[in-house]
């Protein structure tokens, strides 16, 4: 692998800035990165010409980058169930039909 070829060099740029925007906080970038990285790493393990030794560790790194992909699908989809939509003012909340009157300010004895 002394010479990179393009599809390397851009999947490695990809898998570099991931790795930045994730360190950052920005998860929804740092999974698109990731997975467009990992498009790019196949690519270059199926379709050009790499030594045995360089496609397991294109392999490898391919695996690394998928399971932090994943783990930030899952806490992405966690965090969006529990951001609930505000209620409109002058409607019941959940709780209020549930007969709760504490507020929130103590633990609800009706859950």
Do not use: W
């Not at 925007?21 to 990285?37: F, I, R, S, T, W």
């Not at 030594?51 to 806490?75: F, N, P, V």
Request: a positive charge.
């Amino acid at each position: 692998m002394s010479s990179t070829s393009p599809n390397l060099q851009k999947a490695i740029d990809l898998a570099s800035k991931a790795a930045q925007e994730d360190k950052a906080g920005n998860y929804e970038e740092a999974l698109q990165l990731y997975q467009h990285a990992v498009q790019y790493f196949l690519h270059v393990v199926k379709y050009e010409a790499q030594g045995d030794k360089a496609k397991q560790s294109i392999r490898a790194k391919c695996t690394e980058y998928l399971d932090r992909a994943e783990k930030l699908k899952e806490y992405l989809k966690n965090k969006e169930k529990k951001a609930q939509k505000p209620v409109k003012e002058g409607q019941p909340s959940p709780a209020d039909e549930k007969g709760c009157h504490c507020y929130r300010t103590t633990k609800c004895e009706m859950e």
